[in-house]
């Protein structure tokens, strides 16, 4: 296959799942924003955590708040649990299983949001993350996609998932590479409207 076939093929695959998933992801992704939005209205903040590259994707939207999406705006509190590397370290070499779980217990409070990225199984840090988060009674938004029951199961009636429907690694980052930009934008609309202006 040549190199050309190898690129076009890709994105082939990518816009078919970008197809197939609009009408699956509108109701999910409006809710998330209700329960984000809410919280942020509310003076809580948004915890951001993920494995792998999904820690990146989370990354990716608490920078979109604190900093910005598109638009100059007020910052929002979003902080992401696997930007401190001497942290991390350090609760690793405990448990891997508690690096999320200690932090959440440390600086999570009732109102505020997780918000857990997972893109496969094996989700043992992002499980104990969203029990933590629910023993301080905190809301859960959580990005899936592939095989991901073990986190899935734990979602409670008023918590959100947003499920890709794909068995590969990285089209699933790519979809919530997707819904977190697709997340800042609606959260900036809805909080902000067009007070800052367009880019030009």
């Known amino acids: 296959m040549s190199t050309y076939e190898v690129i076009a093929e890709d994105f082939q695959q990518v816009l078919e799942l970008v197809s197939i998933s609009v009408d699956e992801l509108v109701d999910p992704l409006e809710r998330a924003v209700e329960v984000i939005n809410q919280a942020l209205l509310g003076e809580h903040k948004i915890l951001c955590c993920g494995n ?42 405990a448990s891997n299983n508690d690096v999320y779980s200690r932090q959440v217990r440390a600086i999570g409070q009732a109102g505020d949001v997780l918000l857990a990225v997972a893109a496969s199984d094996n989700n043992g840090s992002l499980i104990q993350a969203i029990r933590a988060a629910h023993e301080r009674e905190m809301l859960v938004v959580l990005l899936s996609g592939g095989d991901c029951t073990d986190v899935s199961s734990l979602i409670l009636p008023e918590d959100i998932e947003i499920h890709v429907n794909s068995s590969r690694g990285p089209r699933i980052i790519e979809m919530q590479t997707m819904i977190v930009h697709c997340l800042c934008k609606l959260i900036d609309q809805s909080l902000f409207g067009n007070y800052f202006g367009t880019d030009s």
């Not at 990146?56 to 590397?85: K, M, N, T």
């Open 52 to 93: 792998g590259a999904g820690a990146a994707v989370a990354q990716l939207f608490s920078i979109g708040l604190v900093h910005r999406y598109e638009q100059e705006r007020p910052a929002l509190p979003a902080l992401s649990l696997s930007g401190d590397g001497a942290t991390l370290t350090a609760l690793s070499a």
